[in-house]
């Protein structure tokens, strides 16, 4: 199984970026997949993520982004994405993609990607 994060990088506060995770042997509407991010001073985040196909549950979002972030999964490509708007210095981040068959807690995962580097900064 891998998870390989891309679309990170440098962007201005206020810009956008939209990370992009695709998946390899496994199936993304299988699984809950979600976004969790990490810092030095912060340490691991939940972010958001996306229910496994057939569950009510749907998407979910920290209280940190909500209404910043849109997470949506494409299961013609098997991706996951995570377009992120209105970006500030808080957000600055290594962004880890994640896959749980049990749930989307922080340690619910069974895979995790080797994360992208978000940097928020004028």
């Known amino acids: 199984v891998q998870l390989v994060e891309s679309g990170g990088g440098l962007v201005q506060p206020g810009g956008s970026l939209r990370l992009s995770c695709v998946a390899s042997?496994?199936?993304?509407?299988?699984?809950?997949m979600y976004w969790i991010r990490q810092t030095p001073s912060k340490g691991l985040q939940w972010v958001s993520g996306?229910?496994?196909?057939?569950?009510?549950?749907?998407?979910g979002y920290s209280h940190l982004v909500k209404d910043r972030f849109i997470v949506s999964r494409d299961s013609a490509s098997n991706t996951v994405f995570l377009q992120m708007n209105n970006l500030n210095s808080e957000d600055t981040a290594v962004y880890y993609c994640a896959a749980g068959q049990r749930g989307w807690g922080l340690q619910d995962f069974d895979y995790r990607g080797q994360g992208t580097q978000v940097t928020v900064s004028s």
């Open positions: 996306v229910a496994r196909g057939g569950t009510g549950t749907g998407t």
């Open positions: 042997g496994l199936i993304v509407s299988d699984y809950y």
